[in-house]
């Protein structure tokens, strides 16, 4: 045979070069993919941080201090000898009004304090005024104390028009809620030289101290005749005896049901006027000690709340706190960081919990007092600040000092209620017994001030991952365990991928079945509940013991690897068992009614969405999770190691302790960190669940509300921008903080268990 060289030759070239193209396809497929996979692991870090970023571009304005601007001065329009009642601007910052102790009511220009109207309230020409007090300032109105014993009651304000062509246009508007003659305050006409006035809907109530020492309280409501429209003012009277002594200070709360009195340098003397026919002294309170001095005292909005400024520039709040029944105590609720010299004034804000205050050395201070907050500090002149004004909105400030001048300015304030400590710390709010953590972001009336703690939801989305995590763990790993490492692997074959198809399914469903279906079951059947969940373990102890005692040729008739099947009957048994002893032990122990006896006898709330039930259901749901991940892991444990283990005369519960989980313990940790951010994070169950209470309660048998849960149902109700919405964004800041402080810790140990068990 004549074998060609040339052609073996071209045909092993032929060969080599083939070989070259498969390995140069090969190696450019390998670098592509090594570049596609770290433009995409690059892609997820830069999603990830975008995430973060823009989470906090959200969040960031709730903690930055209001922005003050537009700052000038003028001198008070109109008499600026003459001491300022009312100081307030329109809500677009056009123009600004104030009520002078004559009787002079002056409109001018905000920015430059240019006059542009003035109104003179029609005082007897035989009077002269003596006192005056202004009322919540939400309403607008003032008094006038006359030296005859009468006041003059008058709202000021602003008309809103627009002309032909669209224009805005505002006008001065006087109003004069109980006619516009003086009401007889003092039947003796003595001059009044302290004044305090309230007014709402139902009527107003002025409270008047005479020049020889009487104080007097009295209530007016307008009775209008409904044909001929004519105006009757009804009153009703009484003097207070004996009447503190050194009144320096007289306030009506909003709601005109109880009037404070200020006696000498500290002692606040507080009365119930419901009855504006008969006074009743409730109690005597020292508001500083024996060596300060009270300078100061408003209400803030509201009504319920005194704010009291000293000599010593020091600010504290007060409100009436309940003790037994229906019998409250002034008591002193927090303190504010100090001005730098005495507080001279004091002026709530329109609409929300903020004040400011000033001092004797002309600095003017904004707070905020349900956050705690100081939210600026700033000197506006070398005299004391004598009036404040805020506009309706709290966006501009307008102080008055001593010389006569006006300093303006326009506030960006939106987010006056948020600090870490109204975010997460105990608060003490109106009407509240005692401090506590709140999440309320909305209420029915004007009077609410806004409870903005996360820590309830912090609180709500651990307890709902601890009680998912109880249940979810013990069956995930001890079915992995068995599926892994002992069962038959036709089972298994079976099992796993019916437990990996249980991840896809959705949790809304989950959640449907949980409040509509579980709870009322387990709620009607508590006792039998409590005890299957007990029993639970106890029943698969009993019955690997039973199946011990059983004669060896029936126990090997089960092949190795089926005995979980066996199971199944014993576990249908047992909850079946357990469910029906339950109602005879509910009646001999618990008169047939365990959640009542335990909310009535034992004092235990139960709520029929609870911790259990969401524990059941989120454990349901965490469980494939956990499972799947943790099962891969043992079984991906390499078989030399088991069979070198068992050959050297370990027994399988030895090699399965010592080896199996050793090695794929990396891998066990991932699934548990895995199914706790998925516990987390989870909203439909927790939301469709529990009674989505924002409260702070271990009990099992109480709901929660989640930060996630939060979120879902909030979040469509938050105007943008508003504070309500940038703290929804905040509680979506804290669950990505928390998973990636988790994650990173979980991967930080996951990694140190693989260098430590590697060389297994």
Known sequence: ???????????????????????????????????????????????????????????????????????????????????????????????????????????????????????????????????????????????????DGRALVAKVGFKTSFDAEARRIIEPQVEYPVGEQPVAIDPQQRPLVKLAVQHSADGTTLAALTDDGRLWVSGLAVERNPITGEEKVQSSAAEIQPAPPSVRDVLIEFKQRELFVLSG?????????????????????????????VTALTMLSGGFSIIVGTDRGNLAQWFPVREEGTRFKLTHIRDFKPMPAAVTVLEPEYHRKGFMAGDAKGNLGSYFATSKRLLFQRPLSDQPLVRLGYPPRGNAYIAQDAAGRLHVARVHNEYPEVSFYAVWQKVWYESYEEPAYVWQSSAANADFEPKFSLTPLTYGTLKAAFYAMIVAVPLALLGAIYTAYFMSPKIRGAIKPTI?????????????????????????????????????????????????????????????????????????????????????????????????????????????????????????????????????????????????????????????TRVVLLTASPGIFSAIMIGLGRAVGETMIVLMATGNTAVMDWSIFTGFRTLSAN??????????????????????????????????????????????????
Not at 26 to 53: E, P, Q
Not at 510 to 527: D, T
Not at 711 to 728: C, F, S
Not at 737 to 750: D, I, K, P, S
């Open 1 to 147: 045979m004549n074998d060609n060289p040339n052609a073996a030759a071209n045909a092993r070239s032929l060969t080599v070069l083939s070989v070259d193209r498969a390995m140069g396809r090969r190696l450019w497929t390998d670098r592509w993919f090594k570049y596609l996979m770290t433009i995409g692991g690059l892609g997820v870090i830069v999603a990830i941080s975008a995430i973060f970023f823009y989470l906090a571009s959200v969040v960031v304005p709730l903690f930055t201090p209001p922005k003050v601007d537009a700052q000038t001065s003028y001198p008070a329009p109109g008499n600026a000898q003459q001491p300022a009642v009312l100081l307030q601007a329109d809500e677009r910052l056009e123009a600004l009004v104030r009520a002078q102790a004559d009787g002079r009511v002056v409109f001018a220009d905000f920015a430059s304090g240019q006059p542009q109207a003035e109104v003179v309230l029609p005082l007897p020409a035989s009077s002269a005024v003596r006192s005056s007090a202004a009322a919540d300032r939400a309403v607008s109105v003032m008094a006038l104390g006359l030296d």
């Open 265 to 293: 340098d500290r002692e606040l003397w507080r009365y119930d006027i419901s009855d504006k026919s008969a006074p009743q002294l409730l109690e005597k309170v020292p508001l500083v000690g024996p060596d300060e001095r």
């Open 500 to 656: 990996e198809v249980m991840q896809a399914l959705p949790t809304v469903v989950l959640g449907f079945l949980a409040g509509l279906w579980l709870a009322p079951f387990v709620e009607n059947n508590l006792a039998g509940v409590l005890l299957t969940i007990a029993t639970f373990p106890l029943a698969f102890f009993a019955a690997a013991w039973l199946f011990t005692l059983l004669p060896e040729a029936v126990r090997l008739r089960v092949p190795p690897g089926w005995e979980a099947a066996w199971l199944v009957p014993v576990v249908v048994l047992q909850v079946w068992l357990c469910l029906t002893l339950g109602h005879p032990i509910e009646a001999a122990l618990f008169g047939g009614d365990m959640p009542n006896w335990l909310s009535n006898v034992a004092g235990i709330k139960f709520e029929q969405r609870n911790s259990l039930v969401v524990g059941i259901a989120m454990g349901f749901a965490v469980t494939p999770t956990i499972f799947s991940i943790a099962e891969d892991a043992i079984f991906s444990v390499p078989k030399h190691l088991t069979t070198g283990s068992l050959a050297l005369g370990a027994t399988p519960w030895q090699t399965l």
């Open 711 to 760: 979120i879902g149902v909030e979040m469509p109700e938050a105007g943008v921008g508003e504070t309500h919405y940038r703290l929804l964004f905040l509680s979506a800041l804290v669950l990505f903080a928390f998973t990636f402080v988790v994650n990173t810790l979980a991967e930080l140990v996951r990694q140190r268990l693989r260098e430590r068990y590697q060389t297994i």
